[in-house]
């Protein structure tokens, strides 16, 4: 199965946080599935970080490294990723346009999508 992680997953992955619950740690742990990293969650990273919304223990650029270090295949962002986007019904309860992005990508490539939202 291809599986695309949130950007907090990600960062829960790589900081071994508790917050996993048994299912996603299956579903990351199963050698069976591709793992996948957007760049929009570094581009996601980057914005909360610098606006303060995010502090983190390594570097942006560490946890870039320690993504691919630690075998997650890394997604380009290509148009149709955006163009989909336009396809999604906009929620009022849920407006974040990284997630949104995320999930144009996961339903453009085919992909499950391992959230924590």
Do not use: C
Not at 45 to 53: D, F, N
Not at 58 to 86: A, R, V
């Amino acid at each position: 199965m291809k599986l695309l992680l949130d950007t907090h997953i990600l960062l829960w992955v790589l900081e071994n946080n508790n917050a996993l619950t048994v299912l996603q740690k299956e579903l990351i742990q199963n050698t069976d599935n591709e793992k996948w990293v957007s760049r929009i969650s570094f581009m996601e990273l980057a914005i909360k970080i610098k606006i303060g919304k995010l502090e983190t223990k390594t570097s942006l650029q560490e946890i870039i490294s320690h993504t691919t270090n630690d075998g997650f295949k890394l997604l380009p962002i290509k148009d149709e990723h955006i163009t989909n986007y336009l396809s999604l019904p906009l929620y009022e309860n849920h407006r974040d346009p990284f997630d949104r992005f995320l999930i144009s990508t996961a339903q453009f490539e085919e992909m499950g999508i391992i959230s924590s939202d």
